[in-house]
Every structure is written in C-alpha cells, then in structure tokens.
C-alpha cells in the first residue's frame, strides 16, 4: 500500500524554467515533509522539508507549498539549472516513537536542458 | 565531520554466500534504517531500529537479518534466502523528529 503518491515520474525542464514535482499522501497522522535530492550513485541528501503548520516554505530556488485539506504537497525548483538534474523524492512521517520512519514517493528524475 | 559511513562501495556475492554490509554513524542518532533501492521503485524499508538491542522488520525483510549491539553500528546481512538481491543499498539514520541522514550507499551484484 503506498501512502505517498508522486508525479510526474521524469520531468524535463529548461534551464531557468521552474521544476514542479507534485505529492499526495493518505495518512492525515503525517505531521513532516521532507524532500530529499539524490544524484546517481549517491546517497539521498535532505533539501527541505516543511511541517502541516504552514502552508509555504522557502530556502532559496527551493519551496514546498502544502495544502493540509487537500493532503497535497509539492516542491518548486525556481530558476532551474543543469546542477539540478537528479532524482527528487517526497517523503512523509509521523513523530510518534514506533511509526517514526519516512514513507517515501517513488521519485521524479529531473532534467534541466540547456 | 559527522556522519554516516557505508562500506564496502561495491560488493559481489556469488550464489547462496552470505554477505554483511557495515553502516557505522558518528552523529549520535537514536534511529537507524535500511533501504533497498532498484531502478524505478524508490527506496524500500527493509528494517529499522530505534533503539539499541532492539529492531523492527521494514516492507521487505525476507531474507536479510541485522543486529544492533551499539548505538553507531547497524550492519546488514543479505542472506542466501534473498532470491534477488543485486541492488543499491542504503543506510540512514535520524534525530528523533526530523529527516533522515543518509550514507553513500553500497551496491551489491550477484555474481
């Protein structure tokens, strides 16, 4: 049962267009957001991550804008660049001691085209 | 520098070979985690453990076994069991309520 859902699965993109990369999830207990950027044959890297009491967050190009009633979540690569191809996965959690582990998107592999 | 370090890089198994798979973390997190990843599946939880002594089995924990016997180690076996077991593995870990911390990850090939 995947509980977070992620689209589009690759996206081709510009450089200096925006990237969107979207996410849904089912388990309204989720209470933090992260996104993580992976290049190949690395490990996942944390990007920014955003918790249900705002609605926008912003770390320079990057923002995760949320909406709590629609249980969607997305990242937004502003001014994209050919260093931003990579795969970017959404992820989701509880803070609750035992259920603490992320679920995560199946991922979006990103291309920013010259 | 803290962090979490994966070895070996890449690692070969021949047909029905057990095989260990060391993470070690000097960033004095409580929770550790296995992941496989394969082409197109994002990262699947294989196992976790919030504290030490102590695991729970993730999504897909046949045919792996893990210890925890202290806080910054939390090696992998692939056993002969796993039936398929060529892919990139990765080791994380976490401060309670926030993200994971990943390492470098180890590919293994079945040869």
């Known amino acids: 049962q995947q509980q977070v859902k992620q689209s589009p699965q690759s996206l081709i993109v510009q450089k200096g267009g925006i990237s969107i990369i979207n996410c849904a999830y089912e388990?309204?207990?989720?209470?933090?957001f992260p996104w993580y950027q992976q290049f190949p044959g690395k490990g996942p890297a944390l990007l920014i991550a955003?918790?249900?009491?705002?609605s926008e967050k912003k770390e320079g190009r990057f923002t995760i804008s949320f909406n709590k009633s629609a249980k969607q979540f997305s990242l937004h690569i502003m001014d994209s660049q050919p260093g931003d191809s990579a795969t970017y996965f959404c992820?989701?959690?509880?803070?609750?001691?035992?259920?603490?582990?992320?679920?995560f998107g199946t991922g979006t592999r990103l291309q920013v085209t010259l | 520098d803290g962090g979490i370090t994966q070895s070996p890089k890449y690692l070969f198994r021949k047909e029905g070979q057990n095989v260990t798979l060391s993470c070690e973390q000097n960033l004095n997190h409580d929770a550790m985690y296995w992941y496989r990843q394969d082409p197109g599946q994002g990262l699947r939880l294989i196992y976790y453990s919030q504290i030490v002594n102590d695991f729970q089995k993730g999504d897909i924990a046949e045919g792996y076994s893990v210890s925890r016997e202290k806080k910054e180690s939390f090696p992998l076996t692939v056993t002969s069991a796993q039936k398929n077991p060529t892919a990139f593995y990765l080791c994380?870990?976490?401060?309670?309520?926030?993200?994971?911390?990943f390492g470098s990850g180890t590919r293994l090939t079945v040869v």
């Open positions: 994380a870990s976490r401060r309670y309520g926030y993200g994971y911390t």
């Open positions: 955003i918790r249900p009491d705002v």
């Open positions: 992820a989701a959690s509880t803070n609750t001691g035992t259920a603490s582990k992320l679920t």
């Open positions: 388990n309204t207990a989720f209470d933090y």
